[in-house]
């Protein structure tokens, strides 16, 4: 594998141990992925029966989020938000980071990216962020796009594991462009599926031909491959099994949106469909795949 490390150049890569924070539906695929390419993985989750999938492929189960990176050289955090993210890398195991490489791959906001840059740097620990484009399938596939945010040098420590995630990791600048590039093709993932929502609304309702409208749709420059890719499930309104639920398309929005505002950009034309989202809150919606939010634009 070739790995780099920070402090003596090279690494034996049959020393090398991950620990993998967080055991989502994201996090569990890009664990998979890790065993499958050879890995040793110290597992470790809030909820320790969401790691029973990675347990059955190999992985070790860790008490806790210190224990598995005691048992490791890199970090790689999949946790569910900012406040997460610092609770568990910094309140909880900041004492065992020191030496150690840290993957942030949680979609956060590019401040709280940054603030936890600092922390992990004040405790001896090296950090990159690098949110990624694509879901289970992809991080299985090694498929993913990964918008790296950090030092040079550090990106090029983590490379080999990233190329296992991808063909072609990127480093977009310093800690914060990674998750700015990442939240504003979010934003694109709610605005196309709500606009095709609500087309799609329209012309069903109207008694209009779905499959002529679907014909000049794609022969035009209107056309993205993400309304072919979610039309079974808006016209068969079932958007169970998902890779990407509600819940996360919501929270990604926020940060766009916080983040547009604090640039001075004028969010009036999106702020509808963040409330429009926040219908689903506590919902069993919350939990179905992100173009879900079919059925509030149904909603009259």
Request: proline share 5%.
């Amino acid at each position: 594998m070739g790995w780099l490390s920070h402090a003596e150049g090279t690494l034996d890569p049959e020393a090398v141990t991950i620990a993998l924070l967080g055991t989502g539906l994201l996090g569990t695929a890009i664990g998979q992925r890790f065993l499958e390419q050879g890995e040793s993985l110290q597992g470790w989750n809030r909820h320790p029966e969401r790691l029973a999938p990675l347990v059955a492929l190999g992985a070790q189960a860790a008490a806790s989020a210190a224990d598995a990176i005691a048992a490791a050289e890199v970090v790689v955090s999949v946790l569910s938000d900012g406040a997460v993210c610092r609770q568990v890398l910094i309140d909880q195991a900041g004492g065992a980071l020191a030496g150690r490489l840290v993957i942030n791959m949680a979609t956060i906001a590019p401040s709280e990216s940054q603030e936890l840059a600092a922390a992990v740097s004040e405790r001896g620990g090296r950090f990159l962020e690098a949110p990624v484009l694509g879901s289970r399938p992809e991080a299985l596939a090694g498929t993913l796009q990964v918008m790296a945010g950090g030092e040079p040098e550090v990106f090029k420590e983590a490379l080999p594991l990233l190329r296992q995630l991808t063909p072609a990791p990127r480093l977009l600048g310093p800690v914060g462009a990674g998750l700015i590039t990442k939240i504003a093709l979010n934003q694109l993932i709610a605005s196309l599926t709500h606009a095709f929502s609500l087309s799609l609304h329209l012309v069903q309702d109207s008694g209009g031909d779905v499959g002529a409208f679907m014909e000049l749709l794609r022969g035009s420059a209107l056309y993205a491959p993400t309304f072919d890719k979610k039309l079974s499930k808006l016209l068969a309104n079932d958007f169970a099994n998902p890779n990407f639920p509600t819940a996360h398309l919501r929270k990604d929005l926020r940060l766009f949106l916080a983040s547009a505002r604090q640039q001075g950009l004028t969010t009036t034309g999106l702020d509808g469909l963040a409330v429009l989202l926040e219908q689903a809150a506590g919902t069993a919606i919350d939990g179905l795949d992100y173009s879900a939010l079919h059925r509030l634009t149904a909603q009259r």
